[in-house]
């Protein structure tokens, strides 16, 4: 089975490029088979990562949540299952 993990964040105002950075500079105990990293309007970060797992609630490596001045709410995540 492929899940996709999706992060995203809402930086403070102005810090949105730190917050980028902060993504891209994350480690995670294992590498995914992919990982993407977005931006979007009002300073917003999304990361995507692909990885194989043998369940939907499998337990993966996750981007933790960033110091609490850097964002405005607290992160969203989701998973998603391939379907194709």
Do not use: C, K
Not at 7 to 25: D, H, K, P, S, V
Not at 44 to 72: K, M, S, Y
Request: glycine share 4%; no cysteine; net charge negative.
């Amino acid at each position: 089975m492929r899940l996709t993990l999706m992060w995203e964040a809402r930086a403070a105002q102005g810090r949105g490029g730190e917050l980028l950075e902060w993504a891209r500079a994350q480690v995670l105990a294992h590498e995914p088979l992919r990982r993407e990293i977005f931006r979007a309007p009002q300073d917003r970060v999304l990361v995507l990562t692909w990885w194989e797992a043998g369940a939907f609630d499998a337990e993966l490596p996750e981007l933790p949540e960033p110091d609490a001045e850097l964002i405005t709410r607290p992160v969203h995540r989701w998973r998603f299952e391939s379907v194709e």
